[in-house]
């Protein structure tokens, strides 16, 4: 089955600065890859999602990339905001199992002002 | 759009209890929902994967005896613990897919914190 490792488990950055977020998986098969972010107590919510069609995606402060051949995507945030501290979790999704997701571990992120 | 709504949002009841939870996709049609468990400071962990119109398929180690799965329209899906206990006390959260397109993405509801006394 998909395993997804996701580093690092805790980032603190500066206000203002970058904050880059690493996964990797396992299962060739695996076609989406969707990032979610996760404050205290709420639902996961859906900030950026990238197919395997596609290397790189973005979205204002936000982008993702993906190397299929080295099997790892990563998420990039740059111009940090405090707003920005949650918890944020990858996903890879595989076409079989009605497509569903194997979150990885999470990355607590905290940006200070 | 893609609003999922889950009830309850909060539950606390004494063991033995059996509890219903539902999620419901308000703006959009569900063929498949996903049913999630997160302990504290964890990821999600898939429960199972609930189809409108067929049995829900459970990931290895989850109890389907335990964990009622429901998904009778599509744009309802129910979990019912049955007989809980303390160790069943987590946060659970559904999610919903507007189609069979697995490519597309999975939307979540706010989540149902299990307290089991």
């Known amino acids: 089955g998909e395993n997804v490792e996701q580093h690092p488990s805790t980032l603190s950055v500066q206000e203002g600065d970058s904050a880059v977020i690493k996964c990797t998986y396992s299962d060739s098969a695996s076609n989406y890859f969707p990032w979610y972010k996760q404050e205290l107590g709420k639902r996961p919510q859906l900030i950026i999602d990238?197919?395997?069609?596609?290397g790189e995606k973005k979205d204002q402060r936000i982008a993702v990339t993906l190397n299929k051949t080295a099997k790892h995507f990563s998420l990039h945030i740059t111009e940090t905001q405090p707003e920005d501290s949650a918890v944020y979790f990858c996903?890879?999704?595989?076409?079989?199992?009605?497509?569903?997701?194997?979150f990885g571990a999470g990355t607590q992120v905290v940006v200070t002002p | 759009g893609a609003v999922v709504s889950q009830h309850p949002s909060w539950v606390i009841c004494k063991s033995g209890t059996s509890v219903k939870i539902e999620c419901r996709s308000l703006d959009f049609q569900a063929t498949t929902m996903f049913w999630y468990r997160q302990f504290p400071k964890q990821s999600l962990m898939l429960m199972a994967t609930s189809n409108e119109g067929s049995k829900a398929t459970y990931e290895q180690g989850v109890e389907k005896d335990k964990f009622l799965i429901n998904h009778a329209s599509l744009t309802l899906s129910t979990l019912t613990v049955t007989s809980a206990h303390p160790e069943d006390s987590s946060f659970y959260i559904c999610?919903?897919?507007?189609?069979?397109?697995?490519?597309?993405?999975?939307?979540f509801g706010d989540g149902t914190r299990l307290s089991i006394l």
């Open positions: 996903a890879a999704s595989i076409r079989m199992g009605w497509g569903k997701l194997q």
């Open positions: 990238i197919r395997s069609n596609v």
């Open positions: 999610s919903a897919r507007r189609d069979r397109d697995t490519n597309q993405p999975q939307h």
